[in-house]
């Protein structure tokens, strides 16, 4: 049989290096239509956390970790040398940035270079981590040829961009169409044969490099956006507008028209950081990406517009921000998930303390979070009875939990960087929207 034949008939072992906020939601995809799956990672408290049976991702519930545990489909282990038994490998290692803002590729070379040195025929490999253009054909595939295998014809390539949004109740893998470049077409084929048991729909482009693009314009797409939306609202507070009023009434455009929201700057692992993997990448060729680094730009300044709103709201009431008591709602990036990775909860703390502000924070996800200068905050309990003895409440996250009305009830100034508050607000002086 084929490697193709086999992918078809569900007759393999598939691998995922890497097994975080992208790689285990696609193990347990795999392993829940009956595939057997070896889970690969540097994390010894993963590998133990997941053989027991847990998870540490939100999206993914311990009841689904433990049915394929009990079922014999999931293992996971820092034992490389099991690449060997895998027919295909999926690659979800980090991307992040170095601190001059330009790619870290480590990690995708660390798990190439693990993998090319058990390389054996009929393998296909795939690239999920987000990268910039060029990576696969320029990097990946050089770096597996040196085993003497060829790519396209003893083992294959491709490369498949993750799109998963974590802590999204309706979008998950399988009705998320999947994009898949391969190297040759043979690649695209078995690679397509593999996401297609967990994916409702596959979408083959012409090279692994079209597959890395798409990915970075859906993101700079969203970067872009944000940026755009962002400076309409610190144009609609200059105007004495409400950004919030303005957007719901443009988004009744059923056309040309897509609303995004305004906040307090740009989290995760992904939004504040893939389009400088374009912009790298271009500056290699002599071309200065505009748009992203506009949107850059805005959104990296949206932090120090949240402290002047706190500053705002705090002079409303007689008082500076050297003393008073604040409270943050929210470090994660975003609502309901546990990450705080480029938070914007962290600049915004850190602009509050550095001006003399005594700042706690509240979110049930994330028990702890740290500062750039290494400092350790640790999450205060929400009760909202004590808020009331905060000078100002800053809302970051909207985590549903919080109930806007005993909010409103008992805190003295607010900030509401998320329009939670809303319509509920109007009119309350207490409240000092983005
Ligand atoms: N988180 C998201 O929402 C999201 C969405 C789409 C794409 N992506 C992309 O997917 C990739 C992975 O992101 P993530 O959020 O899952 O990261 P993560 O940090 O949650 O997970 C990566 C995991 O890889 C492990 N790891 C690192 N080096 C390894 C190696 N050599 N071998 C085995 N394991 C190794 C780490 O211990 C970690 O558990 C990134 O490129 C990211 O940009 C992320």
Same mark, same amino acid.
């Given at each position: 049989?084929?490697?193709?034949?086999?992918?078809?008939?569900?007759?393999?072992?598939?691998?995922?290096?890497?097994?975080?906020?992208?790689?285990?939601?696609?193990?347990?995809?795999?392993?829940?239509?009956?595939?057997?799956?070896?889970?690969?990672?540097?994390?010894?408290?993963?590998?133990?956390?997941?053989?027991?049976?847990?998870?540490?991702?939100?999206?993914?519930?311990?009841?689904?970790?433990?049915?394929?545990?009990?079922?014999?489909?999931?293992?996971?282990?820092?034992?490389?040398?099991?690449?060997?038994?895998?027919?295909?490998?999926?690659?979800?290692?980090?991307?992040?940035?170095?601190?001059?803002?330009?790619?870290?590729?480590?990690?995708?070379?660390?798990?190439?270079?693990?993998?090319?040195?058990?390389?054996?025929?009929?393998?296909?490999?795939?690239?999920?981590?987000?990268?910039?253009?060029?990576?696969?054909?320029?990097?990946?595939?050089?770096?597996?040829?040196?085993?003497?295998?060829?790519?396209?014809?003893?083992?294959?390539?491709?490369?498949?961009?993750?799109?998963?949004?974590?802590?999204?109740?309706?979008?998950?893998?399988?009705?998320?169409?999947?994009?898949?470049?391969?190297?040759?077409?043979?690649?695209?084929?078995?690679?397509?044969?593999?996401?297609?048991?967990?994916?409702?729909?596959?979408?083959?482009?012409?090279?692994?490099?079209?597959?890395?693009?798409?990915?970075?314009?859906?993101?700079?797409?969203?970067?872009?956006?944000?940026?755009?939306?962002?400076?309409?609202?610190?144009?609609?507070?200059?105007?004495?507008?409400?950004?919030?009023?303005?957007?719901?009434?443009?988004?009744?455009?059923?056309?040309?028209?897509?609303?995004?929201?305004?906040?307090?700057?740009?989290?995760?692992?992904?939004?504040?950081?893939?389009?400088?993997?374009?912009?790298?990448?271009?500056?290699?060729?002599?071309?200065?990406?505009?748009?992203?680094?506009?949107?850059?730009?805005?959104?990296?300044?949206?932090?120090?517009?949240?402290?002047?709103?706190?500053?705002?709201?705090?002079?409303?009431?007689?008082?500076?921000?050297?003393?008073?008591?604040?409270?943050?709602?929210?470090?994660?990036?975003?609502?309901?998930? =546990? &990450?705080?990775?480029?938070?914007? /909860?962290? +600049?915004?703390?850190?602009?509050? %303390? #550095? $001006?003399?502000?005594? @700042?706690?924070?509240?979110?049930?996800?994330?028990?702890?979070?740290?500062? =750039? &200068?290494?400092?350790?905050?640790? /999450?205060? +309990?929400?009760?909202?009875?004590? %808020? #009331? $003895?905060?000078?100002? @409440?800053?809302?970051?996250?909207?985590?549903?939990?919080?109930?806007?009305?005993?909010?409103?009830?008992?805190?003295?100034?607010?900030?509401?960087?998320?329009?939670? %508050?809303?319509?509920?607000?109007?009119?309350?002086?207490?409240?000092?929207?983005?």
């Amino acid at each position: 049989m084929s490697l193709l034949q086999r992918v078809e008939a569900k007759e393999i072992t598939v691998g995922v290096v890497g097994l975080g906020y992208v790689g285990l939601p696609l193990a347990v995809a795999f392993g829940e239509v009956g595939i057997n799956v070896l889970g690969f990672e540097v994390s010894q408290p993963k590998i133990d956390a997941l053989n027991r049976g847990e998870s540490y991702v939100l999206d993914v519930a311990a009841d689904q970790v433990a049915a394929l545990r009990a079922a014999g489909l999931l293992e996971a282990t820092g034992d490389f040398d099991r690449l060997k038994d895998c027919d295909a490998i999926s690659v979800c290692v980090p991307t992040p940035l170095r601190k001059t803002r330009d790619p870290d590729l480590t990690y995708i070379l660390e798990a190439t270079r693990q993998i090319a040195a058990r390389l054996r025929p009929n393998q296909v490999i795939i690239l999920e981590s987000t990268t910039y253009p060029g990576t696969t054909l320029e990097v990946v595939a050089p770096a597996l040829g040196e085993s003497g295998l060829k790519v396209g014809e003893d083992v294959f390539l491709a490369f498949s961009p993750e799109r998963i949004d974590p802590g999204n109740p309706v979008y998950g893998v399988e009705n998320t169409p999947k994009i898949i470049g391969g190297v040759t077409p043979e690649c695209t084929a078995i690679a397509s044969a593999l996401y297609g048991h967990i994916v409702n729909q596959v979408y083959p482009v012409s090279s692994p490099t079209a597959a890395e693009m798409v990915k970075l314009l859906e993101n700079t797409f969203r970067a872009v956006n944000i940026g755009l939306v962002n400076e309409i609202a610190i144009i609609s507070e200059k105007l004495k507008l409400d950004v919030w009023e303005i957007i719901a009434a443009a988004a009744t455009k059923p056309f040309g028209y897509m609303p995004f929201y305004p906040g307090p700057g740009l989290g995760g692992h992904c939004i504040p950081i893939d389009p400088h993997y374009l912009s790298w990448k271009l500056r290699t060729l002599n071309y200065r990406t505009r748009f992203i680094e506009l949107a850059e730009d805005i959104n990296s300044s949206m932090p120090n517009y949240v402290v002047d709103r706190v500053s705002f709201a705090l002079n409303q009431v007689g008082k500076p921000i050297r003393g008073a008591k604040l409270m943050i709602l929210g470090a994660a990036y975003k609502r309901d998930i =546990s &990450d705080w990775r480029e938070s914007p /909860a962290i +600049p915004v703390i850190e602009g509050l %303390l #550095a $001006r003399g502000g005594e @700042v706690d924070y509240e979110d049930q996800y994330v028990p702890e979070i740290f500062l =750039s &200068d290494g400092a350790r905050l640790t /999450a205060t +309990p929400l009760d909202y009875a004590t %808020l #009331a $003895r905060y000078d100002c @409440v800053v809302i970051i996250t909207d985590h549903r939990y919080y109930e806007a009305a005993q909010i409103l009830a008992s805190a003295q100034k607010i900030v509401d960087t998320r329009n939670l %508050l809303g319509a509920l607000a109007a009119g309350d002086e207490r409240v000092v929207k983005l």
